[in-house]
């Protein structure tokens, strides 16, 4: 069998191998430990006020998966950075978007519907004064953010509906924004 003919069997909907997902949720919904995946990035200061965080793997189900990225991050020249690289914040909104992203594709690949165009646009204010310990009644990051979705597909408006309703209620990041996450720190010197 041809490479062409084995792709021309599979069910592919917006790049994603559907049989492939629907078997995953299979595995999970009979073996619960096969779910839990675990995330590490290690961020190491390169100077002024740019760091590189470095991805080596994550596991999922108990197994260790390799992979490698590195991500450079720097602050604006007005924030005492080079302006080299995107900063903190600019990463936080494209993970938000980029979680919601796949959110969106997932769930119109399980439900058929093919994807013509999907942007998602976020933005929200940070007060400087917050960050900077001016004053200890300002928060010191953002209070909401705020996003648009523009999709076209094959879908139809209702469709869509349901699917961001659903892509709101699963999304990891949108939790993660959304809800208080539990931060532990340990403190080595030297």
């Not at 009979?30 to 470095?54: F, L, N």
């Not at 938000?96 to 690949?109: D, K």
Request: net charge negative; hydrophobic share 40%.
């Amino acid at each position: 069998m041809n490479s062409n003919a084995r792709t021309n069997e599979l069910n592919i909907v917006n790049g994603l191998n559907v049989d492939d997902l629907f078997a995953l949720i299979e595995v999970i919904k009979g073996d619960a430990s096969k779910a839990t995946t675990s995330w590490r990035v290690a961020t190491t200061w390169q100077g002024q006020t740019r760091t590189r965080a470095e991805v080596e793997g994550f596991s999922i189900g108990g197994q260790d998966v390799s992979r490698r990225f590195t991500i450079d991050i720097d602050e604006p020249c007005e924030l005492g950075g080079s302006n080299k690289f995107a900063n903190p914040q600019e990463h936080l909104i494209a993970a938000l978007n980029s979680c919601i992203t796949v959110g969106y594709v997932a769930q119109c690949a399980v439900r058929g519907i093919t994807l013509e165009s999907l942007e998602i646009e976020t933005e929200g204010e940070i007060d400087l004064r917050g960050f900077l310990g001016i004053d200890p009644q300002v928060a010191n990051g953002y209070e909401s953010l705020r996003y648009t979705v523009r999709v076209k597909g094959s879908g139809t408006k209702q469709q869509f509906a349901e699917i961001h309703d659903a892509v709101m209620a699963t999304s990891p990041n949108v939790y993660n924004l959304a809800n208080a996450v539990a931060l532990k720190s340990t403190l080595l010197v030297g």
